[in-house]
């Protein structure tokens, strides 16, 4: 599946929806804005993620992005303009923030995998809608950075996903330096999980998605889930929780005619349950 075309009119949405087989592929589309998040691109994420956890035609998530830019982070002139706010922008700054956070979340939180594909750069904001996908397609062209703090500015709500992503070190590198990660460095450090030709991200990102889809929906939910709730447990607790959920994993219908299917050598024909 080939990218939109850039030119795109003023009344354009600003994302776009499509489907690849199972795969809802979300493409942001300010192109001449870099794709920054403003607080309507923020607003149609968050809705369309919402939509898709409770459609059952949608397997896994593709986030891509038009033009040049993946997503250069937040959009500098809507803050800016807020500033002859009574209260300066705090409220709006507040409010913004609040809803990015809760849009990031929405990723993590949804039962089903979201891949980002990215074609150009991920700056700030952009970096951290990257980290907040489930895996990530870059790009040979891609780079990755929170210069946050060249213009005053510490990337404070990117540090959160870029910290869950890559080692603490690496993560302090670019928040301090704002210095720009190239694609295959991003691969290393564990940001982005595999970096093709330039032009064929988009179809790389959804082929990825599509073949997680073809799993049984209900051990990715469990699965997904499962791993981030985890992660955040001391090692003690990961495994007790870990162990419980194994149980109820096995007890499920899925489980019985996978394992099933594997000795039996044949495919199995999931429902989901």
Not at 10 to 18: F, V
Not at 57 to 71: L, Q, S, T
Not at 89 to 99: E, I, N, Q
Not at 173 to 179: N, Q
């Amino acid at each position: 599946m080939s990218a939109p075309a850039l030119a795109t009119p003023a009344d354009a949405p600003i994302l776009l929806r499509e489907m690849a087989g199972p795969v809802a592929v979300l493409t942001l589309n300010r192109p001449a804005q870099r794709n920054s998040l403003s607080e309507a691109l923020i607003a149609e994420l968050h809705q369309a993620l919402a939509g898709i956890a409770s459609d059952k035609a949608v397997r896994a998530v593709v986030i891509a992005a038009h033009g040049p830019a993946f997503c250069a982070g937040h959009d500098l002139k809507e803050l800016t303009a807020r500033r002859s706010d009574a209260d300066l922008g705090r409220a709006f700054f507040a409010r913004l923030m609040s809803a990015c956070s809760a849009m990031m979340q929405a990723i993590v939180h949804l039962h089903k995998p979201v891949v980002a594909s990215v074609q150009g750069i991920a700056t700030a904001a952009g970096c951290q809608l990257v980290a907040s996908c489930d895996l990530a397609v870059a790009s040979e062209h891609a780079s990755f950075a929170t210069p946050g703090v060249d213009i005053g500015l510490f990337c404070s709500t990117p540090m959160v996903a870029l910290s869950r992503n890559v080692s603490r070190k690496q993560a302090m590198e670019m928040l301090l330096t704002g210095e720009p990660v190239p694609a295959e460095r991003a691969r290393e450090i564990g940001l982005v999980n595999r970096v093709v030709t330039a032009g064929t991200e988009r179809d790389a990102a959804i082929a990825l998605a599509q073949q997680v889809a073809r799993k049984s929906a209900y051990t990715v939910k469990l699965g997904k889930e499962a791993f981030y709730r985890q992660a955040e447990m001391s090692l003690a607790d990961a495994y007790q929780y870990a162990a419980k959920v194994m149980t109820e994993n096995m007890l499920a219908r899925d489980a019985e005619e996978g394992i099933g299917a594997f000795i039996e050598k044949r495919t199995p024909t999931w429902r989901d349950e």
